[in-house]
Nanobody, 124 residues
Framework: EVQLVESGGKLVQAGESLTLSCAASGDNFDDHAVGWFRQAPGEGRQGLSCLSSSGYDYANSVKDRFTMSIGNNRDVVHLQLSRLKPEDTAVYYC???????????????????WGQGTQVTVSA
């Protein structure tokens, strides 16, 4: 079993940068795909970036501004958000799925375990 806790969300101004973190306990991310997702008010959950056996993948809408990375012990992943826009305001989630149980790790429905989310608010 793995538990996930996101952190780092806060209120920032448009154009600024922010780094989010997702810490795993009970297990690390070995043998899993792990991804970042967000959900804005009134909208569905959107895949942003994920790391799998195929490497890093990004949604086209954010690939020029967001960068995902993983810690050396593979128990923490980060998402660096650059040149933030008001439309980036959302709750950001980390999620995992065991290898073999998914086809596309950018799809929220593929994920099995979710963190509680962290709020990012970008003011104009």
């Amino acid at each position: 079993e793995v538990q996930l806790v996101e952190s780092g969300g806060k209120l920032v101004q448009a154009g600024e940068s922010l780094t989010l973190s997702c810490a795993a306990s009970g297990d690390n991310f070995d043998d899993h795909a792990v991804g970042w997702f967000r959900q804005a008010p009134g909208e569905g959950r959107q895949g942003l970036s994920c790391l799998s056996s195929s490497g890093y993948d990004y949604a086209n809408s954010v690939k020029d501004r967001f960068t995902m990375s993983i810690g050396n012990n593979r128990d923490v992943v980060h998402l660096q958000l650059s040149r933030l826009k008001p439309e980036d305001t959302a709750v950001y989630y980390c999620a995992t799925v065991i290898e073999g149980d998914y086809n596309d790790c950018l799809q929220p429905y593929e994920m099995e375990t979710w963190g509680q989310g962290t709020q990012v608010t970008v003011s104009a």
